[in-house]
């Protein structure tokens, strides 16, 4: 329980953050903040850049023997993941990658390696880590709308 409320909280702040940077990008370009929807470039950041950097490391070294950048953010593979949760997202690169041997990575890899495929599909990073959580990721949808969108 105290877990949940916890999470509830961080949440609920990282929420509010977004609302108030929404609330002063708004007025400076002089739209009503009551009338800006959140969207990707609004979207709770997720991770951090350096996660993001190296899991570009694991991704050259490990992934790329199978998967082209194209193959993580291209049209199949943002309906397959719009609105799935983060941990979903991460929980299959997890136990189903390196295709030929799942599972051999390690922990933090596998984080990293999640980060980098959401800065490639333009989801913020942020000063918050991502740590592989299931409760606090599977409270979390990844807004993947087609290329184009």
């Not at 609302?19 to 708004?26: D, H, I, M, T, V």
């Not at 309906?79 to 051999?104: A, H, K, Q, S, V």
Request: aromatic content about 6%; charged content about 15%.
């Amino acid at each position: 329980m105290l877990l949940r409320s916890a999470l509830l909280l961080t949440v609920t702040l990282t929420i509010a953050g977004v609302a108030a940077s929404s609330a002063r990008a708004s007025s400076a370009t002089g739209a009503p903040a009551s009338r800006r929807t959140l969207g990707v470039g609004d979207t709770v950041a997720m991770y951090t850049d350096s996660q993001a950097a190296l899991g570009l490391e694991v991704f050259t070294a490990v992934c790329s023997e199978c998967h082209e950048v194209e193959d993580l953010t291209n049209e199949d593979f943002r309906l397959n993941w719009d609105n799935t949760t983060l941990y979903e997202l991460f929980d299959n690169i997890r136990t189903t990658m390196p295709d030929e041997n799942p599972g051999t990575l390690t922990p933090q890899q596998y984080i990293d390696v999640t980060a980098y495929v959401l800065q490639l599909n333009k989801l913020p990073a942020g000063d918050v880590a991502f740590t592989g959580d299931s409760a606090s990721a599977s409270a979390i949808r990844l807004p993947l709308p087609p290329v184009g969108h």
